[in-house]
Antibody, heavy 129, light 107 residues
Framework: QVQLQQSGPGLVKPSQTLSLTCAIS??????????WNWIRQSPSRGLEWLGR????????????DYGLSLESRIAINPDISENRFSLQLNSVTPEDTALYYC????????????????WGQGTTVTVSS | SYELTQPPSLSVSPGQTATITCSGD??????AYWYQQKPGQAPVVVIY???ERPSGIPERFSGSSSGTTVTLTITGVQAEDEADYYC???????????FGGGTKVTV
């Protein structure tokens, strides 16, 4: 059974960096059939996909895709040794206050998706001085 | 920026059929996914690849697709189906992912 366990601070000061980690059990961050995503949810923005990281063995490369509105402030990175992935969001403002989720998106052998089928428990992050 | 458009709310009586639409220009080229979210819980996939139902999801949940619109249908709605429902898909290139604004279903 795949599980994702989130960790990180719930309070971040404006202009500082939001950092969250998502530990994976039952799967591998280097899996060829998954991508590892961060999503946030707020009353004003609803569910917002932030970005993802994933590995593909046919190219031996890691890939990173980020939501267009955050591209200049965000980084999502794998930690192979710890089997986890992280989110860093720089220069936060109160508008970044939200419930943050990590999630796995699984794919079949042809690359067709099953959707974001496993989610972390969510971390409420408040940006305030 | 790409958008997926859903009606904000829907009220349905127990045993009736709930139909939720999601519109987006890239939907003819990208699969859609539907999520159910209950208060205090993370979203759960109820439909993937437009029409497929994951194991453990009741048969009353079904999905369909036509052009730029995908539809989630709940046939014989039960009280436990009261939740927010979100569609999700990608842009035409498959790189950027988006969620619809969500539909609150009240039973």
């Amino acid at each position: 059974q795949v599980q994702l366990q989130q960790s990180g601070p719930g309070l971040v000061k404006p202009s500082q960096t939001l950092s969250l980690t998502c530990a994976i059990s039952g799967d591998n961050v280097s899996s060829d059939s998954a991508t590892w995503n961060w999503i946030r949810q707020s009353p004003s923005r609803g569910l917002e996909w932030l970005g993802r990281t994933y590995y593909r063995s046919r190219t031996s490369q890691w890939y990173h895709d980020y939501g267009l509105s955050l591209e200049s402030r965000i980084a999502i990175n794998p930690d192979i040794s710890e089997n986890r992935f992280s989110l860093q969001l720089n220069s936060v403002t109160p508008e970044d206050t939200a419930l943050y989720y990590c999630a796995r998106a699984a794919y079949d052998s042809r690359g067709y998706g099953y959707g974001m089928d496993v989610w972390g428990q969510g971390t409420t992050v408040t940006v305030s001085s | 920026s790409y958008e997926l458009t859903q009606p904000p709310s829907l009220s349905v009586s127990p045993g009736q059929t709930a139909t939720i639409t999601c519109s987006g220009d890239a939907l003819p080229k990208q699969f859609a996914y539907w999520y159910q979210q209950k208060p205090g819980q993370a979203p759960v996939v109820v439909i993937y690849k437009d029409t497929e139902r994951p194991s453990g999801i009741p048969e009353r949940f079904s999905g369909s697709s036509s052009g730029t619109t995908v539809t989630l249908t709940i046939t014989g709605v039960q009280a436990e189906d009261e939740a927010d429902y979100y569609c999700q898909s990608a842009d035409t290139g498959g790189t950027y992912h988006f969620f619809g604004g969500g539909t609150k279903v009240t039973v």
